[in-house]
């Protein structure tokens, strides 16, 4: 493709001279395409219907005709945000039966299409259900070429005043211009971007040139033409355009470019070296691991003021949130670990997900559990005393115990009929259960077999397509186990099991321990799992015991008669175990971190279920634990829960009568540890539970000569949550807590975050009522981290006399915010309004809610059933 007459035409031939002569490309490297498809055995099938989406039906129809897909786009993007966006788009495509009308996916208005030729003829713009429809009279078997004019459309263009960014994940690529938007019909794109000349730009390819205009003809502009992409996925197409700050750095051997906006001198101090050196370690793990070499032309990334998710992995030019990034003194080893984490998650998506590629988004879990389970080993190899084991619990147990023990749990793998409907896929069952189904696999097999087994797949689906049948194909091949039926229960269906136990033996000093399992939801499935149980006799002799759950019922031999037990005390096994009461007073005696890990969840998820301990009593264990907890991660774990248990599952009145002296042992725990980290983990939680007008004038005293409590190191992030924890209490000078904060604020980024907030927060009901009414726009919405946290706030314990009155309207916008917001958004915008409430009358809101949607769409009814598990427990435990 000629790309200077295609990017040129409109400027004129004086500009098309001018820039012919100063750019001349590098050497590119071959891109792969994939190769054209061969006739399949069955006939093609007939063309299915035209509707909004895009239906599986329609994908495999389209997966059987068209091949060697390439996209040219070139975009106009002014400075003004309200101004449009003009664009010019060639798609290129072989086309195996030219009989019938061929859809192109395109979501935005019918009148941003301004011009259409097919192979070189003007057809007749025929836009509807959300698809471009070429007719068959225009195309031909072979090689096709189509040219369209139009404005692009701007619902994932995430539009700011001085920066722009795309994230088209799991159908958005649709949204912008018209595509095939479907993960199996990959393909290269040829990207350019005029924008002002002070701006930087990034995409999946290599920059190839980057021209500034001359006076008088276009001023104030810039070409930025890249180098023909990678063959991708659509939902990996990527590039963002703005006042960003470029850095480059090589580390072994490889460039990596990073595109911030970030102005805090200690954050970029502190933070540029790390960023840079996790990428290069990961990197080199996955090399390592895999025995490929990175697959792309290049690997660059980019920070993102409240970005949606924590990061996303564009080819060659990844996105991140950039408060994950970029650190300070005040870091918790928490923090460290998740940046670690995000980075490793992100950089292993290279592999997993964007090399290969699931052939349908019902397996968009594919690449986030290798995702994920990479991130955990490469954390473990780069970062020190990163404990991975701990960590493990840690970060997956709680998240995905908090959906499989709902009414709403769906299985790691999800049937999906049309991809309008993909976001629902994502959740915590995917980013967390499936990892800790990996690791049973993986035990299951040997980590040699099961490497060798991974590495197998990647080789055979390079640079293409592959569904979980075709690993576990490759997987079966390397153990004796049954992998298929372990896969129906671990994967395909949703729930966990229940753990009891008895011990017999005796009469000759012969004991053994006997396990059973019994499915959460009353069924008769067996989750086929190994887990260690730690025993105690009553001398103080322990040994630890594996037992290998085949069946409902396992007995394992044990050498004594047990006097404590705890069980899963390595962390690896799944359900629900028994938590033994004496363990309340005993767990921080438990040498072993993990151990300790463990049962903290085991004690808090028996709560939940109304066994073995209440609410009241467990925060008493809890608080105990306060000054008795070593490790950091594990008092984030337990002052969580405390947190969680005090707010939630309290009475009022409970609160007042326990709140003060959680307040004393949190303050008494924060002054005795002797770790920065855990004494900044316990003011957190401190700030958090705060009631007495002690407390808060104490935390008011703090945030106004910004002077943290000794041996805590507060940020001015830090400062900004105190105080809107200041503000959300009412607190009598509440009114000018905030604009005195904002004054403080000196990056630009924050500051229009902490102003969208504001409103949320303020004292006057009318006001939150105005700000709760801006968020039923779409545009009101636009920015959803800021959205999310503002109604946890807007529905802070503390304001729901005032507030439940909008969960109605919030349960109403649902639909319309899966169809507009990202796909974390449904289930962000469900937890931070339903999150904290506990009263009947909420509750019976979202009973009513469901009662009269009986055929509601059937995805977001288990976001709904999954974000009020806990209102409807609290129903039950709070008395």
């Not at 070429?134 to 995430?158: D, H, Y």
């Not at 409103?759 to 636009?782: C, Q």
């Amino acid at each position: 493709m000629n790309y200077s007459v295609r990017k040129y035409g409109r400027a004129g031939g004086l500009l098309l001279a001018l820039v012919a002569g100063a750019c001349q490309r590098p050497p590119v490297a071959q891109t792969k395409l994939p190769a054209a498809a061969s006739a399949p055995a069955a006939p093609i099938r007939p063309l299915p219907p035209i509707e909004k989406g895009v239906s599986e039906v329609l994908a495999v129809a389209r997966k059987q005709r068209i091949s060697r897909v390439a996209y040219g786009l070139d975009l106009n993007i002014p400075a003004e945000k309200a101004k449009p966006i003009a664009a010019e788009e060639t798609v290129t495509f072989t086309l195996r039966d030219a009989a019938d009308p061929v859809q192109l996916d395109f979501k935005a208005p019918t009148a941003n299409l301004h011009g259409l030729k097919v192979n070189g003829q003007p057809v007749t713009i025929d836009h509807r259900g959300e698809h471009l429809v070429l007719p068959a009279s225009a195309l031909k078997i072979g090689r096709n070429v189509v040219e369209i004019s139009l404005t692009a459309g701007e619902q994932s263009l995430n539009r700011n005043a001085d920066y722009l960014y795309t994230l088209l994940v799991p159908d958005r690529a649709r949204t912008v211009a018209p595509v095939f938007d479907q993960p199996d019909l990959k393909a290269t794109f040829e990207l350019t971007l005029t924008v002002p000349r002070q701006w930087q730009a990034v995409a999946n390819a290599p920059l190839v040139d980057s021209v500034v205009t001359a006076d008088g003809l276009l001023p104030g502009r810039k070409f930025c033409h890249f180098v023909t992409s990678d063959s991708i996925s659509t939902y990996l197409f990527s590039f963002a355009a703005g006042k960003f700050s470029r850095l480059s750095r090589t580390l072994d051997k490889r460039a990596l470019t990073l595109l911030h906006r970030e102005t805090d001198p200690a954050k970029l101090r502190l933070s540029l070296g790390p960023i840079f050196q996790l990428h290069a370690d990961a990197l080199a793990f996955m090399e390592q691991y895999t025995g490929l070499a990175y697959p792309f032309q290049k690997f660059d990334f980019t920070a993102i003021p409240d970005f949606q998710y924590g990061g996303m992995e564009h080819v060659g030019a990844i996105d991140y949130k950039a408060s994950t990034l970029f650190l300070d003194e005040g870091a918790t080893q928490d923090q460290v670990l998740a940046r670690s984490n995000l980075v490793a998650h992100e950089t292993a998506h290279m592999w997993f997900g964007d090399l290969v590629t699931m052939r349908w988004f019902n397996d968009v879990w594919m690449k986030e559990v290798f995702a994920n389970f990479m991130a955990d080993k490469i954390t473990q190899v780069a970062v020190k005393n990163s404990n991975y084991d701990l960590k493990f619990v840690i970060d997956h147990y709680p998240a995905a115990y908090g959906i499989d023990r709902t009414a709403g749990a769906n299985p790691i793998r999800q049937p999906l009929a049309n991809l309008q409907d993909a976001g629902s896929l994502y959740g915590n069952i995917i980013y967390h259960k499936a990892p800790i189904m990996m690791r049973q696999l993986e035990r299951l097999m040997g980590p040699e077999a099961f490497q060798s087994g991974l590495q197998e797949y990647l080789k055979k689906y390079a640079h293409g397509n592959a569904t979980w049948p075709d690993l576990i194909d490759i997987l079966d091949a390397r153990t004796p186990a049954d992998l298929q039926a372990w896969n129906q229960v671990w994967v395909n269906q949703p729930g966990r099991p229940v753990f009891s136990y008895r011990i017999s033996g005796g009469h000759d000093q012969r004991y053994g321990i006997y396990m059973t399992q019994t499915a959460e939801d009353g069924s008769d499935r067996i989750w086929p799992q190994e887990f260690e149980v730690l025993i105690e006799s009553a001398s103080g002799e322990q040994q630890q015991v594996t037992v290998k759950m085949d069946g409902q019922e396992k007995g394992t031999r044990i050498p004594f008669l047990p006097k404590l037990i705890v069980f899963n005390s390595t962390g690896v096994g799944y359900g629900v175990f028994p938590a033994a009461p004496e363990l309340l007073a005993g767990v921080t005696q438990l040498k072993s971190p993990v151990a300790r890990a463990a049962t903290y969840i085991n004690l808090y998820e028996n709560m939940l279920r109304g066994e073995a301990t209440a609410p009241l009593q467990l925060l008493g264990a809890y608080r105990q634990a306060l000054t008795r907890e070593p490790e950091e991660l594990n008092l984030k774990l337990l002052t969580g829960q405390a947190s969680a248990i005090f707010w939630q599952f309290l009475s009022p009145a409970q609160r007042q009568a326990v709140g003060p002296g959680l307040e004393a042992d949190l303050w008494a725990a924060l002054q005795k540890n002797p770790a920065a980290n855990s004494k900044k983990q316990l003011f957190k939680t401190y700030q958090s539970v705060a009631l007495t007008k002690a407390a808060q004038a104490r935390l008011y005293q703090i945030w106004q000569a910004q002077q943290a409590p000794a041996g805590v190191k507060l940020t001015e992030d830090d400062y900004t949550a105190l105080a809107l924890a200041l503000a959300v209490r009412d607190y009598p000078a509440a009114e000018s807590i905030l604009p005195q904060q904002l004054a403080r604020i000196k990056n630009v980024d924050r500051r229009q975050r902490l102003e969208f907030l504001m409103p949320a927060l303020s004292p006057d009901g009318a006001t939150r009522d105005a700000f709760f009414a801006t968020l039923k726009d779409e545009k009101g919405r636009e920015k959803e981290a800021w959205v999310t946290s503002a109604l946890g706030y807007l529905h802070h314990p503390l304001r729901q006399a005032t507030s439940e009155k909008y969960l109605p309207a919030s349960l109403d916008l649902l639909e319309e915010i899966q169809l507009t917001g990202d796909i974390f958004f449904p289930y962000s915008w469900l937890q931070a309004t339903l999150g904290s409430y506990q009263s009947p009358t909420a509750a019976a809101t979202v009973r009513a809610f469901l009662a009269a949607h009986p055929n509601y769409n059937p995805q977001l009814r288990a976001k709904l059933l999954q974000a009020a598990d806990d209102l409807f427990r609290a129903e039950k435990l709070v008395r």
